[in-house]
T-cell receptor, first 114, second 114 residues
Framework: AQSVTQLGSHVSVSEGALVLLRCNYS??????LFWYVQYPNQGLQLLLK??????LVKGINGFEAEFKKSETSFHLTKPSAHMSDAAEYFC????????????FGDGTTLTVKP | DAGVTQSPTHLIKTRGQQVTLRCSPK?????VSWYQQALGQGPQFIFQ???????QRGNFPDRFSGHQFPNYSSELNVNALLLGDSALYLC?????????????FGPGTRLTVL
């Protein structure tokens, strides 16, 4: 079975500050890992993904994440927060050979203060 | 490309009623998955359809059923609605056969059960 834990249901940062959203996963097989963003009353938009290869992955809107197998972590970072980054962020894990089923964390709400 | 579309956007039902939600996958995608996202939680996998058959199922009762049509569109049916079925229902499409690892999500249908 796979599971995802997002540490901190709410994170608040000042505009221009570093954004760090934490994600730890549990998987019995090498995982595929994803970060999604959800704005109010909208669906999920993919920010970035790790499948194989380079463990530091870059995504849209200046976000990046690093896969650390030894720590079973996939934390999301952005050097400088913008007001438009305020949203709900979800980390998800999926098996390599199972494109249809993802397991999500409970999400982290990011607030950006002016 | 219209992406993944879902209808209706919002729906209000009363306990005991039945509901049908619809999803059209992204052009070229043949696999459709449904997720339930309760307020304040991450999406939970309901089931996946491929080649008009249910291929995987999450931990949801038989009241939740689905269908996939030859054009790859899909329906989610929920019978005997309970208050706890109130949630955002997300449809996601993918095409594993191309080697793509990404699921594309629709905007969701907000179901309210009174």
């Amino acid at each position: 079975a796979q599971s995802v834990t997002q540490l901190g249901s709410h994170v608040s940062v000042s505009e221009g500050a570093l954004v760090l959203l934490r994600c730890n996963y549990s998987s019995s097989v090498p995982p595929y890992l994803f970060w999604y963003v959800q704005y109010p009353n909208q669906g999920l938009q993919l920010l970035l993904k790790y499948t194989t290869g380079a463990t530091l992955v870059k995504g849209i809107n200046g976000f990046e994440a690093e896969f650390k197998k030894s720590e079973t972590s996939f934390h999301l970072t952005k050097p400088s927060a913008h007001m438009s980054d305020a949203a709900e962020y979800f980390c998800a894990v999926r098996r390599e050979n199972n494109a249809g089923k993802s397991t999500f964390g409970d999400g982290t709400t990011l607030t950006v203060k002016p | 490309d219209a992406g993944v579309t879902q209808s209706p956007t919002h729906l209000i039902k009363t306990r005991g009623q039945q509901v049908t939600l619809r999803c059209s996958p992204k052009s070229g995608h043949d696999t459709v998955s449904w997720y339930q996202q309760a307020l304040g939680q991450g999406p939970q996998f309901i089931f996946q359809y491929y080649e008009e058959e249910e291929r995987q199922r999450g931990n949801f009762p038989d009241r939740f059923s689905g269908h996939q049509f030859p054009n790859y569109s899909s329906e989610l049916n929920v019978n005997a609605l309970l208050l706890g079925d109130s949630a955002l229902y997300l449809c996601a499409s993918s095409h594993p056969g191309t080697g793509s690892h990404e699921q594309f999500f629709g905007p969701g249908t907000r179901l309210t059960v009174l």
